[in-house]
């Protein structure tokens, strides 16, 4: 997981991590042990955490799973095979 990018991208929305954790139904500091990469993210708060940052197909797959990810170079960024 890439939490320089995900903190980056919340911080530059203007967003803190008390807002997050109501985004995900958790505590301030349970968000913040997410971000910081102690606790991994369940994919419905992978989902929640997209939405709600407007993350692109490419940015949820640097950020939750480290750009591994199937692209389809034809689609525009899409996400394949999911």
């Known amino acids: 997981m890439n939490t320089n990018a995900l903190r980056s991208i919340r911080i530059g929305q203007g967003k803190d991590t008390a807002h997050m954790a109501k985004v995900i139904g958790k505590s301030n500091d349970s968000y913040a042990k ?6 991994k993210f369940t994919p419905s708060e992978i989902e929640l955490v997209v939405n709600d940052l407007d993350l692109s197909p490419v940015q949820m797959s640097t950020i939750f799973f480290d750009s591994k ?5 034809n689609c525009g960024g899409c996400v394949s095979n999911l």
């Open 34 to 39: 997410k971000e910081r990469g102690d606790v």
């Open 69 to 73: 990810l199937p692209f389809s170079k």
